[in-house]
């Protein structure tokens, strides 16, 4: 069984682990979240990135604008691969390519990402850190729900994690999701169910454990959140990482 990540370094390399997995077993679209605050996403990318090898000459990463693809590009230096904005020229996709990164996609872009992943076909399309998904821009109603019955609900989660007050959210594929508790010490696994638990069941799950259930759900405020004293673990090791990461 995987365990839950020690650091953000950990997590990116079961990221990775869990990437491959899913797409050796002939999934087309996944995608990589790390619900943390304050990731920058162009180093965790470039930590990723390796995991794709194979497709490198005929790779596309995808940035949500120009200036981040630009900015991508100075660091970087020269790479195998191809580094664009969504919806740059010259980024449309080739009969050539093979696989497509997009680097933290919004909902701003998702339009432009379902018509590209239209024309990707059968080839493999990997979202790391999205945020495709904002109901103060897809809305509620009749649209957002088509929107996530036509394009959202097709992407699979191969790897997700989000440290919440005395508990951690996972999922590292092909393994189940999975509800941590933080102990004194660590984290112990409380629960496991084949779909991602949120909201009610989430907190049903919690208050089994004696987490109180306004501290459970994912409404949390973050004031809320950052005042609880156990917190600090998890979330300490991963910005320590991620400190430097961008230094």
């Known amino acids: 069984m995987v365990q839950l990540p020690k650091d953000l370094d950990e997590a990116v390399a079961q990221a990775r682990q869990a990437t491959h997995a899913a797409l050796e077993e002939g999934l087309r679209r996944v ?26 000459e005929h790779l596309k990463v995808y940035f949500p604008d120009a200036g981040a693809a630009a900015l991508a590009r100075r660091d970087w230096g020269e790479t195998p691969f191809v580094v664009r904005a ?14 497509f990164l997009f680097v933290e996609p919004s909902s701003v872009e998702v339009n432009d990402v379902e018509k590209m992943c239209l024309e990707a076909g059968d080839r493999p399309v990997i979202f790391l850190l999205p945020r495709l998904e904002n109901i103060a821009t897809i809305g509620i109603g009749m649209a957002g ?25 996972f999922r590292c594929y092909p393994g189940p999701w999975q509800v941590w508790l933080e102990t004194e010490e660590d984290y ?12 009610d069941e989430l907190d049903r799950i919690l208050e089994r454990a004696g987490t109180p259930e ?34």
């Open 31 to 56: 995608q990589v979240e790390l619900v943390i605050p304050e990731l920058k996403a162009q180093p965790i990318a470039e930590q990723f990135i390796p995991s794709l090898e194979p497709y490198y």
């Open 86 to 99: 969504i919806g740059e020229t010259k980024g449309k996709i080739q009969p050539e390519d093979r696989a």
């Open 145 to 169: 729900r088509e929107l996530r019955e036509r394009f959202l609900n097709t992407i699979e989660s191969c790897y997700y994690i989000r440290p919440g007050q005395g508990y951690a959210l």
């Open 188 to 199: 112990e696994l409380l629960a496991e169910s084949p779909q991602k638990p949120v909201g």
């Open 214 to 247: 306004n501290e459970g759900s994912e409404g949390t405020p973050p004031s809320s959140r950052a005042a609880a004293p156990k917190q600090a673990g998890l979330m300490t090791n991963f910005k320590r990482l991620w400190k430097a990461l961008t230094q």
